[in-house]
């Protein structure tokens, strides 16, 4: 489908939020969000050329026939592999902390490059802080490409953070949405708490996502295309009240609302969530405009994608700049899979300044040196040549003698 038709198609469903509505009056919504030629994928083939080598992938089934495959498609395709169970969903994150590592970044200079996380939107803020030349986010959950996908869409539909919270949310975008750019996180968030969920504009909305999404040229199933959907749907009946959640294991009642994690702050107390500023929010909607967001279905500790991502790097002269892998290396203890990684993280290129970022969630409350009063998780940085050694050394045995023993003081 091309820009020209696509943005026909979003002005068209996002129009019929207005015959849908009672009396006739136009909802604030219903201000169909037009793409501009930012929003138009810009990437030529040759700059998305998959890696040398075999790195076919099962995560992403070939072009159904007639559908058009995009070098977007074509990329997420070779760099993943089959997904895999984690007993969590990837809605939002649980890590209140995740903004305390920002001083870190800075004191050590961590720019440009290639940016690896797991995960949904926290990504988003690391990204707008380190400002990578492409990002990947890599997940074992086939069903964060599809979280990531909706993202995408409705970074492609919106004009500002606000718009994008409103489409996101189901909410009624002003009529002067731009004049809000200058406008502060806190009253943002306070718009959306004092107006009531639009459901119609939010099911048309809906349609014209889906239409962004069939753009992009992954072939995905119907059961694919309605896990999106799934995810929007939550976001629009919980709204800023969303929370992560967990099967199979309790739900801890202090897990943090999307209200919270768009109003934390770094060391400093600086508001720092990509949405926080509209400069923040512009960085990674032109990079989500140009493909330069990836989301690749993998294994941290696989054969493949992480394999192939290092090669893409070395292919494109780049070298990884930061690496997010939230707690994921807990798990990777238990499950006798972590030197898989750390082989892994030994054929990324990085150079004195790449970092890995993790989260800590302590045990038996077990606090850690940088853990800030008022929060249950701790973010820190790890220089990747620190880690490297000490793998090597064989110095890194359990989990806690890992997050105890080298990280970067803010």
């Known amino acids: 489908m091309d820009s020209m038709l696509l943005r026909c198609v979003a002005r068209a469903l996002l129009a019929l939020a207005v015959l849908g509505c009672r009396g006739g ?35 992403v089934p070939p072009s159904a026939e007639g559908a058009q495959r995009t070098p977007f498609a074509e990329l997420v395709a070779q760099l993943s592999e089959s997904g895999g169970f984690f007993d969590s969903d990837n ?28 995960g949904p939107d926290q990504n988003f803020s690391y990204i707008a802080a380190i400002r990578p030349t492409v990002a990947f986010m890599l997940d074992i959950r086939r069903d964060n490409m599809f979280e990531h996908l909706l993202f995408k869409s409705i970074f492609a539909l919106a004009r500002n953070r606000l718009e994008y919270m ?16 200058g406008r502060s996180i806190e009253a943002l968030v306070a718009y959306l708490d004092s107006v009531r969920t639009d459901t ?39 709204g ?13 009642s202090n897990y943090p609302t999307l209200r919270r994690l768009l109003l934390e702050t770094d060391r400093s107390g600086r508001r720092a969530n990509f949405l926080a500023s509209e400069d923040a929010f512009a960085y990674v909607k032109s990079m ?5 967001i990836v989301p690749v279905v993998g294994n941290v500790a696989g054969d493949k994608a992480v394999v192939a991502i290092a090669r893409y790097a070395r292919d494109h002269g780049q070298r990884v700049s930061a690496f997010y892998l939230s ?4 798990y990777l203890f238990r499950d ?26 302590g045990r038996f409350g077990m606090g850690h040196p940088l853990m800030m009063p008022g929060h249950t998780s701790t973010s820190m940085a790890q220089r990747m040549d620190a880690f490297v050694r000490d793998f090597d050394a064989g110095a890194l045995r359990t989990y806690s003698s890992m997050v105890d023993r080298v990280y970067i003081s803010p």
């Open 166 to 181: 409103c489409l996101l949310f189901g909410k009624p975008v002003p009529g002067n949405v731009e004049a809000w750019n």
């Open 336 to 361: 006798g899979l972590f030197d898989l990684f750390a082989e892994n993280v030994k054929r990324l290129p990085r150079d004195e300044k790449s970092v890995i970022i993790r989260s800590y969630f």
């Open 200 to 238: 119609v504009a939010a099911r048309a909305t809906q349609r014209a996502i889906n239409a962004q999404i069939a753009s992009f040229g992954l072939a995905l199933s119907q059961k694919d295309l309605e896990t999106a959907d799934k995810y929007r749907a939550e976001f629009v009946a919980e």
């Open 91 to 118: 809605i939002i994150s649980n890590e209140t902390s995740y903004l305390h590592v920002l001083e870190a970044l800075r004191s050590v200079g961590v720019r440009g490059g290639v940016y690896i996380g797991v």
């Open 25 to 59: 009056q136009r909802p604030p919504s219903a201000d169909a969000p037009t793409p501009s030629a930012a929003t138009t994928p810009a990437i030529a083939p040759a700059a998305v050329a998959a890696p040398a080598g075999d790195v076919a992938s099962t995560a």
């Open 327 to 330: 707690n994921v290396e807990q």
């Open 240 to 252: 800023l009240d969303v929370q992560f959640s967990s099967w199979n294991r309790n739900n801890r």
């Open 288 to 292: 989500q405009a140009r493909n330069l």
